[in-house]
């Protein structure tokens, strides 16, 4: 086995990678959770939506302009070597290779099961589901681990396909819900009234799952032809299509059914909405899209939970790099880390399941791990974005310090919002991050054992 990895990966690719990693489970099973925190208000939904697009914009067109200036295997930890230090740089990957990538990967494979059996009339918390969901995270894992180029074609085909259903309800609904007046009526009448400003912050931590993962994207720039030119163009082109799909969506939703009802589906809303406005049948067809929107979305993350530790040992640093670090001659793949990372995978499902799905298994340390890793990402980001301010003296002023100190604004937004949101939860999160980052401390100190 070898230790580097090529590149084959173009443009349309990595924008596919982009959006059809982003665009997928979210925007679907985090519609509802909007629409409940806001008590039904539409106009305040709305402003969600947008203000979690926008922190996303800003912070991947500050990771564009990294992306024009540093490469090496894996795009975040890159940034936050270059501008913090390789000792701030272990940190950042021991936390995407052991939470954040397997967290999010986790979930999604639940999310992923969740619309299957609400397809087929199962339960979406019981052994149906669960064996689904376990199922789908081997097979993408296998997916990955056994032919990259296929995975990435898989990708591309299902942003494709996913953004039929998105487009077809932003389209059609608001056509239909124009007409019909629902649109009108969904937009003045609120459901329930809420305190505006927690509403607000619970509203965007909820929009930040349907937007995250753009970063992902970002561990596959030496792999990708061309990087310094086409990572940049892929992230911007990437966040504003993803807000703008979102919003319209969102929009289209309302010509479907009333608040009341979308907020009361609960898991079958998206479903009920499609055959509101398509039929029965047209409406099950529809929705098996967003069941492929979401694997295609689980495809991706899995792709960055494949290289999380190979990010680690590729720079001699974590437990056994030698072992960790080694690439397939045939698909050139990490193939260790790849394994790792399902099994961290594994841990974190069911955690998800014994956190949130079921009877607590964990008292104190019941946490969502959908939302807060994301929050914590955005805590990484403020030091990067800081430094860049700092050395990039040769960037002119708004790539230095406008768009990275809205970057920043948006990211002290996300912290402040997931206290609101999460409450006494954030504290159970924060000791056992704190747990798995002492661990990372142990294997720093034994790099070049």
């Not at 259903?165 to 239909?176: C, E, K, Q, S, Y």
């Not at 974590?318 to 594994?346: A, Y």
């Not at 955005?378 to 230095?400: C, G, H, N, Q, T």
């Not at 948006?410 to 924060?430: D, P, R, W």
């Amino acid at each position: 086995m070898g230790t580097e990895l090529k590149e084959k990966y173009g443009l349309i690719t990595a924008i596919a990678m982009v959006v059809g990693i982003v665009i997928g489970s979210g925007v679907f099973f985090k519609a509802e959770k909007v629409l409940n925190a806001t008590g039904g208000n539409l106009p305040l939904g709305i402003l969600a939506w947008v203000i979690g697009g926008l922190i996303m914009i800003a912070c991947a067109y500050t990771f564009a302009v990294m992306a024009t200036r540093y490469q090496y295997v894996n795009g975040i930890v890159d940034y936050a070597e270059a501008t913090m230090g390789s000792k701030y740089g272990y940190y950042v990957g021991w936390f995407m290779a052991l939470i954040y990538y397997p967290t999010l990967t986790s979930v999604l494979a639940w999310v992923s099961a969740r619309y299957t059996c609400v397809l087929f009339g199962f339960d979406i918390v019981g052994g149906e589901c669960m064996t689904i969901a376990c199922f789908f995270l081997i097979a993408s894992f296998a997916l990955n681990s056994l032919s990259p180029v296929i995975s990435g074609k898989f990708q591309v085909s299902t942003t494709v396909i996913k953004l039929i259903p998105l487009f077809l309800m932003a389209i059609v609904g608001t056509i239909v819900g124009l007409t019909n007046g629902m649109t009108a009526h969904n937009f003045t009448t609120v459901v329930k009234e809420v305190d505006t400003s927690n509403a607000l912050f619970t509203a965007v931590v909820a929009t930040a799952f349907a937007y995250e993962g753009w970063i992902i994207a970002t561990s596959i720039n030496a792999e990708l032809k061309n990087s310094k030119r086409n990572l940049p163009i892929a992230l911007v082109c990437g966040t504003f299509i993803i807000m703008a799909v979102y919003i319209l969506y969102y929009v289209g939703l309302a010509g479907a059914v009333t608040n009341e009802v979308m907020m009361a589906g609960g898991e079958a809303g998206a479903k009920l909405a499609f055959e509101t406005i398509f039929s029965d049948i047209g409406g099950t067809l529809i929705f098996i899209f967003v069941i492929i929107s979401c694997l295609g979305t689980l495809n991706g993350l899995m792709l960055g939970c494949t290289r999380g530790i190979y990010s680690v040992a590729a720079r001699n640093q974590g437990p056994r790099p030698e072992i960790f670090n080694q690439v397939d001659k045939v698909t050139n793949m990490p193939t260790n880390s790849s394994v790792l990372g399902l099994l961290l995978c594994g841990i974190w499902l069911l955690f998800f399941y014994g956190a949130n799905l079921t009877t607590p298994w964990f008292g104190f340390f019941c946490f969502d791990s959908s939302e807060l890793p994301i929050v914590t990402i955005y805590a990484l980001y403020i030091p990067i974005f800081f430094m860049m301010m700092v050395k990039e003296k040769d960037l002119s002023a708004f790539k230095r310090f406008i768009m990275p100190s809205l970057a920043l604004v948006g990211c002290v937004f996300m912290i402040i919002a997931a206290y609101f949101s999460h409450g006494k939860a954030v504290f159970a999160y924060l000791i056992v991050f704190a747990v798995i980052m002492v661990i990372g401390a142990i294997f720093s100190k034994q790099k070049n054992i």
